[in-house]
């Protein structure tokens, strides 16, 4: 119980430090975190309305559905590929539970996280789309999300090490997934072909469970939500051990 | 694992150093990686940064660690504070470490003194609400008054060695680790720095201190242990050990006695 709560401090101490340090302080923090999904939906609006001319139902928050998730698992990677660089002070300085870093990284970006659900609502407002009891999913899926932002920070704090030189590149390989998975347009609008590919893809589940509960107002499909799950969960399972086996190397490497 | 007579002999000891060596492993470019990366690169190279160091610190006693740049005395105080695991050999450290290794002083340069002092607190060993309790504490142990709600950035680099010591001495650790840091302070901390450390052996704690200030040293710690390559030449009272260190660097004996 002890070691529980001392971890449970550890990563409130690390998570407060780190939302200072990418954040700073004051309002402007909630502005910072807004205006890059606020940015990506913009963007990515223009380009499937009037470049691909596929806007589909609801464009917007069709979008801002793939948009956050996509976000949170991108930021945790980014923060994660340098927690240990930003952390080195207190790295060199004494021991303490780093296997809890990549952890608070995806915590700080869940933070910012939250905040963008405002873009939710604002597209819902903007399209009249009605919140439905698929609501109740909610909580489910953002634990789904979570858990995949949680099993990415701790192959990316790993590979960032690693592979230094390699961290555009690893960048460009996430960003990658959101093009190759439904993030502009949704599943239904992809050919048949595709699709069986597209699922491959561990943000293809959590895009579509997201769209189900704002706006087409379906359950999520069990595989949705149970194969992010498995990839998170195989990601774990090899970069958790690795991780405990090389931290005890990091002072010397940072 | 110890054996069951070596178990014996730490238990007199606070420290327990045996045949620890740790390792560096480089890729072609000269940066230090991993081992495990190692493997993956071609064309790597390993050094020791220790190798077979053996020592024993009881209660009470003040050491310093001395010898030139280079030698691993801050390795050996990296080792003693849990950041560096050997790579062959064993150590047990038994009581509270609170350890001052760098000039940073472990000090995130963004965030105030007060939400480094949060922080440090917690990585420390204190609970969040212990650590928050302590703040005001720290903030006048520190004496840096206002700048303590300051970003650690606009700090010099004796109010950061201020800032890092009174964290640390608000944790009341049993075996306090500096590396040169109190050389890069005042002379009014330093003499309270002195004065804590004082206290601190006299209450059977322990001292591990480093630096290049051998007078400064030497009021603190009455042993010194001589490093060079990362091996020990020598180990005993502060003087003796300081004239073999002499005796094999001429250049400093002959700044020195002058």
Redesign the interface.
């Known amino acids: 119980m002890h070691r529980l709560r001392a971890a449970v401090d550890l990563l409130h101490a690390l998570t407060e430090a780190d939302l200072r340090f990418r954040y700073g302080r004051g309002p402007l923090r909630l502005l910072r975190w807004l205006l890059e999904p606020f940015a990506l939906v913009g963007v990515y609006l223009v380009l499937v309305t009037f470049v691909l001319r596929r806007p589909g139902e609801a464009p917007g928050l069709s979008l801002a559905a793939a948009i956050l998730p996509f976000q949170l698992v991108m930021a945790t990677v980014t923060n994660a590929m340098v927690a240990l660089d930003i952390r080195r002070p207190i790295l060199l300085n004494m021991s303490f539970r780093r296997n809890l870093i990549p952890v608070s990284a995806a915590l700080t970006e869940s933070m910012s996280f939250s905040a963008s659900f405002l873009l939710v609502v604002v597209m819902m407002a903007a399209y009249r789309v009605a919140p439905t009891p698929m609501l109740l999913w909610l909580p489910l899926v953002l634990l789904v999300s979570f858990y995949l932002a949680v099993a990415a920070a701790y192959a990316a704090s790993l590979l960032g090490i690693w592979l230094r030189e390699f961290r555009p590149f690893l960048l460009s390989f996430v960003r990658m997934l959101f093009f190759l998975g439904p993030g502009l347009v949704p599943l239904s609008q992809t050919s048949t072909s595709v699709r069986r590919l597209l699922e491959l893809n561990p943000f293809t589940g959590l895009f579509e469970s997201y769209r189900d509960i704002f706006l087409t107002g379906r359950t999520p499909a069990a595989w949705q939500l149970i194969y992010p799950v498995a990839i998170a969960s195989l990601v774990l399972a090899v970069f958790v051990p690795l991780f405990h086996a090389e931290q005890r190397q990091f002072a010397k490497v940072l | 694992m110890l054996s069951s007579d070596n178990s014996r002999r730490c238990c007199e000891h606070v420290i327990t150093v045996e045949r620890v060596g740790i390792r560096?492993h480089f890729d072609r470019h000269r940066?230090?990686?991993?081992?495990?990366?190692a493997r993956?690169r071609v064309a790597t190279s390993m050094t020791w940064g220790l190798r077979d160091v053996t020592f024993s610190v009881s209660p009470g006693e003040g050491v310093a660690l001395i010898g030139p740049s280079g030698s691993g005395k801050t390795t050996t105080l990296?080792v003693l504070?849990?950041?560096?695991?050997p790579d062959e050999g064993h150590v047990l450290v038994r009581g509270r470490?609170g350890?001052?290794?760098?000039t940073?002083?472990?000090?995130?340069?963004?965030?105030t003194g007060r939400?480094n002092a949060?922080?440090?607190g917690?990585?420390?060993?204190l609970?969040?609400k212990e650590?928050k309790r302590a703040l005001e504490s720290v903030k006048e142990r520190s004496g840096l008054g206002d700048a303590f709600e300051y970003p650690v950035s606009a700090y010099s680099q004796g109010m950061r060695a201020r800032l890092g010591f009174a964290v640390v001495d608000e944790a009341e650790p049993s075996i306090l680790l500096l590396d040169e840091v109190h050389e890069a302070l005042d002379h009014e901390f330093r003499s309270i720095v002195h004065e804590r450390a004082k206290r601190l052996v006299e209450a059977g704690g322990v001292v591990v201190a480093t630096g290049h200030d051998h007078p400064l040293l030497e009021l603190l710690c009455s042993r010194a242990i001589y490093l060079h390559q990362g091996s020990i030449r020598a180990d005993g009272p502060f003087s003796e050990v300081q004239s073999v260190y002499f005796d094999h660097v001429p250049a400093v004996t002959a700044v020195t006695h002058t």
């Open positions: 560096f940066r230090v990686v991993t081992p495990n990366a993956l990296r504070a849990g950041v560096y695991t470490v350890s001052l290794l760098s940073d002083a472990g000090l995130l340069s963004l965030l939400e949060l922080l440090l917690v990585l420390g060993g609970s969040r650590s």
